[in-house]
């Protein structure tokens, strides 16, 4: 979707070539696997489309982590204003991010950019995945690097919920509470990344692999906003909350929700890594909510 300032939900590869080049867009990088660190910085320096630049999940994305918070805490503002300026984004550039999963780990960095006040950013459709293996189109390697700026922005704090007030919201069920990890995670049945099966009491379950066809393209606006509308009920849709293990996968809902044109919803940015941290925190298992 584009708007009066640019594109600011997806953008499509075909869209994208023709940018290809341009002093004023910033192409970043963003494969990332949970289970091994090292290998989408790696595979970047393998083959990467041409410009861009390369964002690490873990040292670029994401903040300190402490005994209270969850796996992938939300960046210090100084230090990421300073990873951005870095990375070439000031206010004035159009921004794309990639990723190689359906946009799972680049609507991070989609989302982060909103929460600083940034609109001007674009999940790639397709990924570089459609881009190189499906449309063979120009790739390059090495470690491609901008020159630095310096970018101005604070986070809006009404774009997050705090642990403490989803404690409260968790309770009142007219408040939608999705919960974006794979259905068999939600029921507690397997916990491949955290210590405690289960789900936050109060949520339903949409996985954020439901958004994507099975090209992993995002469905059409219609297809989303029909979903997302049904999931909510009456609720509005900058009311509800999503959540997933620790923060990262659940922002592929909210890229789904500009896609299909509607306001985004709240993210818990710790997510259930940091929910059951406290095991006083109640936690419900199976399909009840």
């Not at 985004?264 to 059951?276: F, K, N, P």
Request: proline share 7%; charged share 20%; net charge negative.
């Amino acid at each position: 979707m584009t708007s009066n300032t640019g594109y600011t939900s997806i953008i499509s590869a075909e869209e994208l070539k023709a940018y290809l080049g341009q002093p004023d867009w910033v192409i970043v990088d963003c494969r990332f696997d949970l289970s091994n660190p090292d290998w989408g910085f790696g595979d970047y320096l393998y083959s990467h489309i041409p410009g861009a630049v390369y964002a690490h999940l873990d040292y670029d994305l994401s903040g300190p982590r402490t005994a209270l918070n969850g796996r992938h805490p939300l960046p210090e503002p100084d230090t990421f204003r300073e990873k951005l300026g870095r990375l070439g984004i000031d206010r004035s550039k159009q921004v794309v991010v990639y990723d190689t999963t359906g946009g799972s780990y680049a609507a991070r960095l989609w989302w982060l950019l909103k929460y600083y006040g940034h609109d001007r950013v674009a999940v790639l459709d397709g990924g570089y995945s459609r881009w190189r293996r499906l449309l063979g189109y120009p790739t390059e390697s090495g470690n491609h690097t901008n020159s630095r700026v310096q970018f101005t922005g604070a986070p809006d704090h009404h774009m997050v919920v705090t642990t403490g007030e989803l404690q409260t919201l968790s309770t009142e069920r007219h408040i939608p509470l999705i919960d974006a990890r794979a259905p068999e995670r939600f029921r507690g049945e397997v916990e491949p990344l955290d210590p405690v099966a289960g789900h936050i009491p109060g949520s339903v379950n949409r996985f954020h692999g439901s958004n994507l066809d099975r090209d992993g393209q995002f469905l059409p606006a219609n297809d989303l906003r029909e979903a997302f509308l049904t999931l909510l009920g009456t609720a509005p849709p900058e009311k509800a909350v999503v959540y997933c293990g620790s923060g990262v996968t659940s922002a592929h809902h909210l890229v789904a929700m500009a896609a299909a044109g509607l306001p985004l919803a709240r993210l818990y940015a710790g997510s259930w890594s940091e929910w059951i941290r406290d095991p006083s925190r109640p936690i419900a298992r199976g399909s009840e909510i």
